[in-house]
């Protein structure tokens, strides 16, 4: 556990690891139960547009990858209500375009190479301090958004009509959860990359979801299990020298089994 | 022209509502309003546009012609919805599985319009349990929602919807499902309401049974406003000699 205390860049890993962890956490719970889980896969695949574009026109591919993920959200959002699309449609029509476009911008950037990698498979050991603090404060800010409007969110994701009815903006606060995703997805990518961050954003809140009684339990639980997968994950990940991303992702999907067994048992007895 | 209709103040006006889906006339020129202290059913036969009428009252549908006006307000301009409690129609629109407790449930509503700095937290349970006795349902506060019976969740939903210690509680079709022996002790719960807290209630009902014994008002559907007023004059309208003579399933209706 030393080097956890000595080394900058573990430090920095687990610091930003814990923030996006949580903030992943708490909006997946509100997507499972909106029964939009896929938007977090589907935005990954066009974030990696955005960071192609970023490497292509050599300006911070973070920055680009969020406005592209934002813009393409909220593309997928209308593209839902006004179009008559099914969801899943609209999601699989963004995200497939989203890597075409990336694969061929980053074809153009010559830029398949390790920078590229780094954001498909996730690098947050190699995490820089900038990032972190950026990654930190975006983070804070989804956590503060969710709780402020945390009755709201779970009033509408229960009972739309009559959440409508109490006088809640339902469409505004669609648009909120919708860019708060985008900005999750980026975030996301840094620690586990691009091609897991739906995992991440998934995994700890059905995990979480499997053992609450409560919305106040489902909302702690998955934020635990995602914390808890993302340190021991940095920990195995460190010392014996595995992929920090895919380490983190199959412990989330341990613990998630180890719940989804416990509560079949229990009802079974 | 309206100067007499503006003093006595209806709680709810409803003028010249049409609504289209399609080429297919759902309401057609309904008229009507509801003042304070109404118990009003609202009966018709399947499709008759009840459901319709009511989510247009409420804002949740727009009308292809005229307008609902809620204290004075049109709908689309109206804010203070802590004044409105609504019971949607059961079971097709929940989650079994939704992680709520009943205490969340109830707390929906009470917080929906909370700012972030909430009121005390004291204050917060004493009103959800106050809601819940008056449903009877305070045993059941750390119960999951979707571990209840059909109608303990209506309860619950209607405690939900009087949280806020509404003017007026609009309840759609609330005794679907429900057994006979509960669904008099479920009126006899709304009369109370009605009576004792002064809440206008307007239920949507297949039930004509229960209009005899608990309404005042009566407004009967069929596309157009066939009949609307006391449930006195009700009974001696020729609405109601209709639906007998038709044999209408909506005398006695059971899913």
Redesign the interface.
Known sequence: MDAFFVYGFLQRALFAGIFVAVSCALLGVFLILRRDSMIGHGLAHITFAGVALGLFLKIVPLGVALVIAVAAALGIMKLKEKAGLYGDTAIAIFSSMGLAVGIVLATLAQSFNVDLFGYLFGDILAIETSEVWLSIALAAVVVFIVILHYHRFMYMTFDREAAKVSGIKVGRLDVLITVLTAVTVVLGMKVVGILLVSALVVIPAAAGLQLASNFKQAIILSSLIAVISVLFGLFLAYYFDFPASGTIVILSFLIFSFFFILKRFRRIH | MDSSAADSKPLIDVKNISFNYGPVEVLKDVTFTISSGDFLAIIGPNGSGKTTLIKII???MKPSHGEARILGKPVEEF????K?G???QKAT???PL????I???V???L????R?LRMKKREEEVSIEKALKQVNMERFK?W?IGSLSGGQQQRV?IA??IVNQPHIL?LDEPTTGVDTETQEHFYDMLDSLNKEEGITIVMITHDIGIVNKHVNQVACLNQKLVYHGSHEEFCQSQAFKDMLAGGHHLVSHRH
């Open positions: 409420l804002g949740l804010e203070d919805w802590s409105v609504y019971v949607p629109h929940i989650d939704f992680p709520a407790s205490k969340e449930v707390a929906m509503e917080l929906a319009s909370r972030f750390n999951r939903f939900r919807a609009f």
